[in-house]
């Protein structure tokens, strides 16, 4: 049978934190996808194409027209979700984990810079600059070898400041299956950890993921929003004792020795099991788990035989391949002398055959069961979503400070640039007919530094403070002639100097 929706236990704050989304795995595995499973969105507007792949240059940046200064392109974004795809899509989209250090690669050769988000629950590409919704989605379809239907119909495209506060409220757990949970801001980390260790950042990735992860914790620590939110791991205690209420009786099977698998069965053995099977490949793994909850190993190839003696099976494996067929379950029910048996799959893709719903007997659930389950539990938070969101507009607002900044620091570069030629030359045609000692000519050079310095200060703080105002910027490049300055800037070392500040 398909999951039932019987109402929840009114209190679940003695319930454990969210689970962690172990790593992808099964680069070949592709699954059917259910045409009517796919949730079609809306194509979003594309950015100016910019099909060579290579971020803009400082003359292209910087360089003025007669009506207004040209902008820095900030960000832009394709990826999709649980809110936008079912699971069957969501399946064809993730990328393994052993995998991404390539992807990621291919990724910095293709764009020069950009971060994957790649969750149980979502699949994000991050690229700096502006770029066509068809260069990302060219990308994503090389590396996940899904169709490119399957990508344009599941996935939307943000750009620049919407790309800013949408990682700003996953990583607030606003956007999450279950609202304000915890590991969504430890998977934004790791995304960028990796785009880090890929060399795939830079100074633009570097404060989007900062700052994102200050928003995040700043919701939780600010709002209740993260105050006793449901899990997977708590939702399978709900559900199991829908079906046991006497859990202490319950024998709960672990297939796999990850993170999402531990978490779920330390929550059932906090609420009473006592009997734990443990499944996995890695015997030393599958030992330490057992160790861990009280329980005991069986061998892989005796997975049907743990089936029949458990009540509850966790499925959390790190496999290619679903390791519980259809066939499994119906034998497995054979020897269970009519007992029912509830399957919580977290696994994704997912561990089992979608059809073990059809065994009687059993009662399934997989990510997008939970999801459904977990929205039953959203409005006792939904009041804190108004204080999540002017966190978010905060943050934001402080990023496109800093933006705005950024995109004067060529007109600011290029007037101190201009000053200190103009001072060298001032200063070297003065000291040749001086005849200065060189202590009395480093001194000159130190004054003549100062002075420039004090001159430039009120100019320099003008534009920092009005660098939104594309008018005044220009205004101040035909005041002091820098109109032929910037083709010599470095972007990238106007950038890191930025960031620095």
Known sequence: MRPHRAGAPAALQDLPEPHSCRPLAGSDRRRPTRAAARRSVRGGTRAHDQRDGHRPTAAAVARHSDRSARRIAMLTFVGTSHHLAA????????????????????????????????????????????????????????????????????????????????????????????????????????????????????????????????????????????????????????????????????????IGAGEAGRLAASALVDHGVREVLVVNRTQSRAE???????????????????????????????????????????????????????????????DCDPAVTEVNGVTYYDLDDLQAIAAEHHAARANELEHVNAIVDEEAARFFQWWEQLQVMPTIAALTERAEQVRTAEVGKSLRRMGLSDEQQSQLDLLTKAIV?????????????????????????????????????????????????
């Open 288 to 350: 330490a788990l057992a160790a861990e909850l009280g329980g005991r190993v069986l061998p892989l190839d005796e997975l049907a035989r743990a089936m029949s003696q458990a009540d509850i099976t966790i499925a959390a494996a790190d496999t290619p391949e679903p390791l519980v067929s259809r066939d499994a379950v119906e034998h497995a029910m054979s020897n269970r002398a009519g007992r029912d048996l509830l399957i919580i799959d977290i696994g994704m893709p997912r």
């Open 453 to 501: 310095k004090q001159l430039l200060h009120d100019p320099i703080s003008a534009l920092r403070e009005r660098g939104d105002n594309e008018d005044y910027v220009l205004a101040a490049r035909r005041l002091f002639r820098l109109e032929d300055a910037f083709d010599a800037l470095d972007l990238d070392t106007i950038e890191d100097d930025a960031e620095l500040q």
């Open 87 to 254: 699971i069957e899509a969501r399946e064809q989209l993730a990328i393994p984990g052993e995998a991404m250090p390539d992807v990621l690669a291919r990724l910095g050769e293709r764009f020069g810079a950009g971060a994957l988000v790649n969750t149980c629950n979502r699949m994000e590409l991050y690229v700096p600059g502006s770029y066509a919704r068809a260069d990302l989605v060219d990308f994503l379809t090389e590396a996940t070898g899904a169709e490119r239907e399957l990508i344009e119909q599941s996935c939307i495209d943000l750009h620049d400041n919407d790309v800013v506060r949408h990682i700003y409220s996953v990583a607030s757990g606003v956007d999450s299956m279950v609202l304000g949970e915890y590991e969504v801001l430890g998977q934004v980390r790791a995304a960028f950890s990796a785009a880090v260790a890929a060399g795939t950042d830079d100074a633009i990735l570097s404060r989007l993921f900062h700052t994102a992860i200050r928003t995040g914790r700043r919701a939780r620590s600010e709002t209740e929003i993260g105050r006793h939110a449901i899990s997977v791991s708590s939702i399978a205690v709900q559900q199991a004792r829908l079906l046991f209420p006497d859990l202490e009786h319950a024998t709960v099977l672990v």
